[in-house]
């Protein structure tokens, strides 16, 4: 994961949980506030929202309405953007519960298995279709960002056919490194990685 | 995540490529070869291996079987662990079926739900018990790595419990920054801000 990538991945955090402030009826936050509750510093806040271009009066505290605005213009799409999901086991289900809903430009709009008892139905008011389906739906709705929730012996086969439909990113969650071209983003979340590197943590902060 | 986190990532993404090589009957790999197929540099992966102690001979390429046990000596706990997994619904059952079996040292051995159609049940093997007894089973069972899967509302609640109980390592996938003292080491997998990352390089990769 490279500079731009952790830059990214904090303002959208900083967005969480500004949105979470706005609800329970915060109005301002100073940068130290922002900066304890993602676990970084004061300064890293600072030179974040400098970079979003985001021009508060830190004397009194960031407006946490004008800054989640601002995130939203550097962060967001600037329309509405649908997602397809490839595997509808439990994990892909459990993603679909999690997603719809919480973000305003992104959508969950497409859903892809091979087991034809979970095609043809919707499933939180999306339509699933059968996997041999795939590029001419995402190529047809214009979808540019998937989610792979298939097992690892079929990822690189749904890897394929998403780059073949013009798919740019990809969250991939089954435990293998794909085989795509540099021009494709791939975020992986192994749970199997990311369970060993927890536990790695927790000894060490044992020891 | 700070530089250290990043490298443990590095390292414990080598070895499941490495156990995959070794699997399919490699016997020997490059230090270039490991680089590419992890998307980072071959003097990076070279540093990598000499911090973790390996003195292979880089004329040959590394011994797959080597490094993959250079690697577990650096990474595994001396004996096996047992994890904790708090919330039932489709993405903790996703986490049994992907992560048991799959590593050596590490095993999901109890599961937790406040649903009580869901507790005094085996799944995967696995026990379930009503979240009540939460702190008592991992207290008893000595479990310092826990895995939250409940809806955020129920988080941070439950993360109280797991550090009352001596947790030391949380994987959490709730969608909160939970507030935990500085010792206990957490990594948030929260999917919204995933996906709005993923989204975000799509797009940017479009331009």
Chains 1, 2 share one sequence.
Do not use: W
Not at 32 to 58: E, F, H, T, W
Not at 157 to 177: E, F, M, R, S, T
């Amino acid at each position: 994961m490279n500079r731009s990538e952790i830059k990214i991945e904090r303002i959208i955090t900083y967005r969480r949980i500004l949105l979470k402030l706005y609800n329970d009826g915060e109005k301002n936050i100073f940068s130290y506030q922002l900066a304890n509750k993602c676990q970084v510093s004061s300064a890293q806040v600072r030179r974040d929202l400098m970079d979003i271009g985001y021009s508060g009066s830190p004397a009194n505290g960031y407006e946490v309405q004008c800054l989640i605005k601002s995130i939203a213009e550097f962060i967001d799409p600037d329309k509405k953007q649908g997602i397809a999901l490839v595997g509808l086991g439990n994990l892909g289900r459990a993603i679909i519960d999690y997603f719809n809903g919480q973000s305003l430009k992104l959508e969950i709009v497409a859903l892809f298995d091979k087991n034809p008892n979970k095609i043809n139905r919707v499933i939180a008011g999306c339509h699933s279709y059968h996997i041999n389906d795939l590029k001419e739906i995402i190529i047809k709705n214009n979808i540019k960002t998937a989610v792979i929730s298939v097992p690892s012996t079929d990822a690189q086969q749904v890897a394929d056919v998403l780059v073949d439909g013009g798919i740019k990113g990809i969250l991939n969650y089954a435990p293998i490194i794909l085989n795509v071209p540099d021009s494709i983003y791939v975020q992986n979340r192994d749970m199997i990685t990311t369970l060993e590197k927890v536990s790695y943590f927790a000894n060490y902060n044992n020891k």
